[in-house]
């Protein structure tokens, strides 16, 4: 049993480049079915054919860059891996972290190894590009609603596009 995009990646290797989606995770498979999938297919190897397909889902790509022009991604952009602190001046409140956007040389050092990304901590970028959304409104801010994940506006796109001499950002939701 393979992905139906796995499937296509071994059918045509040099035509198929699969990125990683926020749906290629520990939870989203347990949660989605695919883990129990697995159980009715391979009966007693089950634990051993899922947790190789964990393995493959970690190794996959998180973006990409296609003819130094298109940035591909699952979920988008995403915040700076030096996001700065700031403090309000007040000594009794508490620092807030300003969330700044992030560049490709910070995509480079996310651990794409952690199947399971957390809502905050180090490897918060793995959530940032498995679940961010575009938005219609300026600024780069959390998604309050899911907790995991930004909203990016328009501005953002510029931005990072600008930055990168990139034309245009593809997100890519297949289903």
């Not at 300026?138 to 510029?158: H, I, M, Q, V």
């Amino acid at each position: 049993m393979l992905t139906p995009s796995l499937y296509f990646l071994v059918l045509m290797p040099e035509r198929v480049y699969l990125l990683r989606g926020n749906h290629k995770s520990r939870y989203c498979t347990r949660r989605y079915g695919f883990k129990k999938e697995v159980q009715t297919k391979y009966g007693n190897q089950s634990e051993d054919v899922y947790n190789k397909f964990l393995e493959c889902f970690k190794e996959l790509p998180l973006a990409s860059v296609i003819t130094d022009r298109v940035y591909t991604t699952h979920g988008g952009l995403f915040r700076s891996i030096h996001a700065a602190t700031v403090s309000s001046g007040k000594p009794k409140r508490k620092k807030t972290q300003r969330v700044d956007l992030g560049s490709l040389a910070d995509l480079s050092q996310v651990r794409r190894a952690c199947i399971d990304s957390h809502p905050k901590g180090p490897n918060i970028l793995l959530n940032d590009i498995l679940w961010s959304k575009p938005s219609n409104i300026d600024g780069l801010r959390g998604n309050a609603g899911r907790k995991l994940g930004l909203w990016w506006g328009p501005d953002c796109t510029e931005t990072f596009l600008k930055q990168h001499n990139l034309k245009v950002i593809f997100q890519i939701i297949i289903i």
